[in-house]
Antibody, heavy 122, light 108 residues
Framework: EVQLLESGGGLVQPGGSLRLSCAASGFNFTNYAMIWVRQAPGKGLEWVSGSSGSGTNTYYAGSVKGRFTVSRENSKNTLYLQMSSLRVEDTAVYYC???????????????WGQGTLVTVSS | EIVMTQSPATLSVSPGERATLSCRASQSVNSNLAWYQQKPGQAPRLLIYGASTRATGIPARFSGSGSGTEFTLTISSLQSEDFAIYYCQQHNNWPPYTFGQGTKLEIK
């Protein structure tokens, strides 16, 4: 059974940094691209970032480019999202999700974690 | 960036009846469209990909259709557990992957 478990969320001041983790199990982690999607309170879903299975190729939404960095440690079956220069509008539940292939390409997302809440506030 | 627009924003349907949800893309996404279901406090769940292929374990009462810019999710006979928010997502042009704003399916 595929399991994804996010952690690392919390309260941070504007301009601060936070690192999210997503621990994966139940599948061959290296063989699948992974993404981060966020959901602001009461709002819809927004794709944030994606990483190919090898971690070589990474992609970002314009709203976070230059501030967020996605990475993965395949030996630990873990995906990360390093967030810096955080803004109030980054407040959201952050989900990691598994793509259908190893490449970030025309993907749908077949398994999701339960999410971790990031609150950016002074 | 492709903009996905869902309608209606809220749909009220009685249990046992049929529900039809719509999703429109601002430009063609071919058949590269997915549907997700999200219940309060839960993560999204993949229902449909490739516009019409049901994901593993999804009941046959869920069906998807369409191509190009117009898509439909149909739930043939609503069960109590189907009342939720439904999102479409294009998986043709990336980055970014884009989602619709959601349709809330509520009990009439």
């Amino acid at each position: 059974e595929v399991q994804l478990l996010e952690s690392g969320g919390g309260l941070v001041q504007p301009g601060g940094s936070l690192r999210l983790s997503c621990a994966a199990s139940g599948f061959n982690f290296t063989n699948y691209a992974m993404i981060w999607v966020r959901q602001a309170p009461g709002k819809g879903l927004e794709w944030v970032s994606g990483s190919s299975g090898s971690g070589t190729n990474t992609y970002y939404a314009g709203s976070v480019k230059g501030r967020f960095t996605v990475s993965r440690e395949n030996s630990k079956n873990t995906l990360y999202l390093q967030m810096s220069s955080l803004r109030v509008e980054d407040t959201a539940v952050y989900y990691c999700a598994k793509a259908d292939t190893s490449m970030v390409r025309k993907n749908w997302f077949d398994s999701w974690g339960q999410g971790t809440l990031v609150t950016v506030s002074s | 960036e492709i903009v996905m627009t869902q309608s209606p924003a809220t749909l009220s349907v009685s249990p046992g009846e049929r529900a039809t949800l719509s999703c429109r893309a601002s430009q063609s996404v071919n058949s590269n469209l997915a549907w997700y279901q999200q219940k309060p406090g839960q993560a999204p769940r993949l229902l449909i990909y490739g516009a019409s292929t049901r994901a593993t374990g999804i009941p046959a009462r869920f069906s998807g259709s369409g191509s190009g810019t117009e898509f439909t999710l149909t739930i043939s006979s609503l069960q109590s557990e189907d009342f939720a928010i439904y999102y479409c997502q294009q998986h043709n042009n990336w980055p970014p992957y884009t989602f619709g704003q959601g349709t809330k399916l509520e009990i009439k």
